[in-house]
C-alpha cells in the first residue's frame, strides 16, 4: 500500500519561465520528491484558450521539461509530461463539463479577467477552462496542489465537483487541497510591484525570465521601482518595490530580511539593486547552462515525456475507468 500522499501541479506554456515562477514554485518543488508522489504537468491544452503560435507553442513545452529538469527535478522521482499526450485529460474533462454548473463557471475571475483582455476570442474553452483544471487534478486523485492565491478559486471550484460527483457516485474522487509551500515566495513585477511577476506582463522590463542573458538581467534590475525613502527596509505595505527586491535576494542566498537590512545600512539603492542582479544572475546561471545542454540532446527530452505520459496514463486510466463504469458508459 502507497503511504504516499499525491500532489499535482501543471504549467501552461503559454510563455517563458519566470523567475516567479522558479522561486515562487519550482523551486520549491525540488525537495516534495521525496515526501510525495509528485506529478509536474506541462498544461498545453489549457495554453490553446488564448490563441498560440504552434511553432512557439511546441518549443515552449519542450523547453520547459528541460527547464524543469535544469531546475532540479528529477526525472526518475517526478512524473514530468505534457498534457496532451494524455488523453485522459480531456475525456474527463468532458464527462466534468456535465458536472459543473453555468453560474459557478461565470463567477471565475480569472475568466472575467482574460475575457476583457481577450474579448474578440471569449471561446467555450476558456469558459470551460476549470473542468479541465478539475480533471488535471482529479484524475491523479491529488491530495495537495501546490498553486498561487490566482488559482485557489479553481482548486476551490474543483473540490464542489469532486463533492458533487462523490456525493452522487460515491468516493470515487479525493479531495484535494491548495498547497502553498511554507517557503514559497510570492515574487512582484519589477515594474508595477502591486502586480504579480507574470510572463504575460506588458511591460517586459517587469519580468525576469529563467533563461535571460545575464545582461538583461542586471538592466532590468537596475530599472527596477523602488520608492523615494533611500533606506533598505521590509515593509510590504508602504516599501512594495524594496521588499519585492528583498524578498527575491533572500530567495536568491537564504539571507533573512534582517541580515539584508544590515547589509545595506548607509548604502543607496543603486548598490542594492545591483546586488539583487547579481545574485538573481549567479543563481539562474547554472539553470540556463544546463537547461543549452539538455536541449541539444532532443532524444533525452523525448525520452522523458514519453515516459512521463506512460507513467501519467497508468494512473490516469485507471481514474477513468472508474468514473465511466460510475456514470453508465458501457465497458468496451
Ligand atoms: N491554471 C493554472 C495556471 O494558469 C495551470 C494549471 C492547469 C494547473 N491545470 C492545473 C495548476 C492543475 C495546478 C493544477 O496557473
Not at 521525496?34 to 518549443?59: E, F, G, K, S
Request: hydrophobic share 35%; glycine share 6%; net charge neutral.
Amino acid at each position: 500500500m502507497d503511504e504516499k500522499k499525491t500532489i499535482f501541479s501543471g504549467i501552461q506554456p503559454s510563455g517563458e519561465l519566470t523567475l516567479g515562477s522558479y522561486l515562487g514554485a519550482i523551486k520549491n518543488w525540488v525537495e516534495l520528491a521525496d515526501t510525495y508522489n509528485t506529478y509536474y504537468c506541462i498544461v498545453d491544452m489549457h495554453a490553446i484558450t488564448v490563441r498560440q503560435d504552434p511553432a512557439q507553442l511546441r518549443r515552449r513545452a519542450v523547453s520547459q521539461i528541460a527547464q524543469y529538469i535544469a531546475c532540479g527535478l528529477d526525472p526518475k522521482d517526478n512524473v514530468i509530461f505534457i498534457q496532451s499526450h494524455v488523453p485522459e485529460h480531456a475525456q474527463l474533462a468532458w464527462v466534468l463539463d456535465c458536472y459543473t454548473m453555468f453560474g459557478e463557471l461565470s463567477r471565475m475571475t480569472q475568466f472575467k479577467d482574460k475575457s476583457a483582455k481577450n474579448a474578440d476570442n471569449i471561446n467555450a474553452g476558456l469558459f470551460t477552462y476549470p473542468a479541465l483544471m478539475a480533471a488535471d487534478i482529479l484524475l491523479y486523485q491529488a491530495d495537495l496542489v501546490p498553486v498561487g492565491e490566482d488559482q485557489k478559486q479553481h482548486v476551490e471550484l474543483t473540490r464542489d465537483i469532486a463533492h458533487r460527483f462523490n456525493t452522487i457516485y460515491g468516493d470515487v474522487f479525493t479531495m484535494p487541497e491548495p498547497f502553498i509551500p511554507k517557503t514559497g515566495a510570492r515574487i512582484m513585477s519589477l515594474t508595477t510591484p502591486e502586480n504579480k511577476m507574470s510572463k504575460s506582463d506588458k511591460d517586459p522590463g517587469g519580468c525576469i525570465y529563467l533563461l535571460e542573458k545575464p545582461e538583461d538581467i542586471l538592466r532590468s534590475f537596475k530599472r527596477a521601482v523602488t520608492d523615494s525613502d533611500t533606506v533598505v527596509r521590509f515593509d510590504p505595505e508602504n516599501k512594495k518595490g524594496v521588499s519585492n527586491l528583498m524578498t527575491i535576494y533572500s530567495a536568491a542566498t537564504g539571507k533573512t530580511m534582517e541580515e539584508i537590512e544590515n547589509e545595506f545600512v548607509g548604502k543607496g539603492y543603486g548598490d542594492f539593486k545591483l546586488a539583487v542582479g547579481e545574485a538573481v544572475v549567479e543563481q539562474l546561471r547554472p539553470i540556463r547552462e544546463k537547461t543549452e545542454d539538455l536541449l541539444k540532446n532532443k532524444d533525452y527530452l523525448v525520452s522523458v515525456y514519453r515516459d512521463g505520459a506512460e507513467r501519467a496514463s497508468h494512473a490516469a486510466y485507471k481514474t477513468l475507468r472508474k468514473v465511466y463504469k460510475k456514470i453508465g458508459f458501457p465497458e468496451k
